[in-house]
């Protein structure tokens, strides 16, 4: 993936480009909008809507959420399933051995913790981060870098009406520009981009 040509796209301006819509991203873009309610702010999500690529569930700590929206059980966070005991087993040929909690540090214990699907509280947490004023894009997922001066100026989404051998059906639209002032990448652990600027800043 190379520096994206400038080409004749449509281009929007922001204060700040996130690109993915996940937890990290979102709540980046939900505290933004908490610290200064005039930052204009957009999420870049690349699959069909928010949610849709994080499938797993999870054991979640909520001290973090606690922080970030202090109300979060009163605006119906989908934080539901309180753990209340952990058990930790060694399985034999026909036993298993209950090891005591006491044998383990603090951090392996759950409880208080809450059972969660990611996937539901990504949507929640995108809900939250629109109704502060945050534009989230699903499935725009961002394609190309916009580099100007060794400086990244924002992101470019992919382009639509492609065929699959490469050319331009009659439904062609390129990408937009989507430019900020600061561009935040939260892909994610295998985000394309976020490899691209990797090699390219040696980061």
């Known amino acids: 993936m190379a520096e994206a040509e400038t080409t004749a796209r449509e281009s929007m301006d922001y204060d700040v480009v996130i690109v993915g819509g996940g937890p990290a991203g979102l709540a980046a873009a939900i505290r933004l909008k908490q610290l200064d309610m005039e930052i204009s702010v957009c999420v870049l999500e690349k ?53 005591p909690h006491i044998l383990f540090p603090p951090l392996m214990s759950n409880r208080g913790n809450y059972i969660v699907s990611l996937s539901n509280l990504c949507k ?32 470019i989404t992919g382009d639509l009406g492609v065929a699959k051998d490469g050319h331009r059906k009659d439904s062609y639209t390129p990408g937009m520009e989507l430019r900020g002032k600061y561009t935040l990448f939260a892909e994610g652990a295998r985000g394309s981009l976020s490899k691209v600027l990797g090699a390219k800043f040696g980061l």
């Open 124 to 155: 929640w947490l995108g809900q939250q981060a629109e109704g502060l004023g945050v534009e989230i894009y699903p499935g725009f997922p961002a394609h190309d870098l916009i580099i100007e001066n060794n400086v990244v100026k924002g992101v």
């Open 47 to 99: 699959g069909s809507e928010i949610g849709a690529h994080i499938l797993s569930g999870a054991v979640i700590d909520p001290r973090a959420l606690s922080e970030l929206i202090p109300d979060w059980k009163d605006k119906g966070a989908p934080l539901d399933t309180e753990v209340r005991d952990d058990r930790f087993c060694f399985f034999g040929k026909s036993t298993a051995l209950t090891i």
